[in-house]
């Protein structure tokens, strides 16, 4: 069992910047692809970000490519989010979650998850 927990999240005006942060206490933590989604209200859960095991590869969606850049300290047992540039439509809880899959291709499928953060509110003010 992993569990994950988020910080760093909060109400910044447009144009700004947080840190998310997520972290475990589980020993196996290089073990995970590890990825960020988030979750406006009304609307369905979406990728956001994604690093690989050993912080060698990642991917974004369009929408935060060249704004948002996800890194990992696996000493730390940690992979941060760094979100500058915040949009109004940046606004929603982020998750972070881990995936045991094998696979590289298709982690922005949030199934391809197997444990989840209970989330942090990110509130961008216009």
């Known amino acids: 069992q992993v569990q994950l927990v988020e910080s760093g999240g909060g109400l910044v005006q447009a144009g700004g910047s947080l840190r998310l942060s997520c972290g475990t206490s589980g020993r196996t933590f290089s073990n995970y692809i590890m990825g960020w989604f988030c979750q406006a209200p009304g609307k369905e859960r979406e990728f956001v970000a994604v690093i690989s095991r050993s912080g060698g590869n990642t991917y974004y969606a369009d929408s935060v490519k060249g704004r948002f850049t996800i890194s990992r300290d696996n000493a730390k047992n940690t992979v941060y989010l760094q979100m500058n540039s915040l949009k109004p439509e940046d606004t929603a809880v982020y998750y972070c979650?881990?995936?045991?899959?094998?696979?590289?291709?298709?982690?922005?499928?949030?199934?391809?998850?197997?444990?989840w953060g209970q989330g942090t509110q990110v509130t961008v003010s216009s």
């Open positions: 979650a881990a995936s045991h899959s094998p696979l590289w291709s298709g982690s922005n499928d949030y199934t391809r998850y197997d444990y």
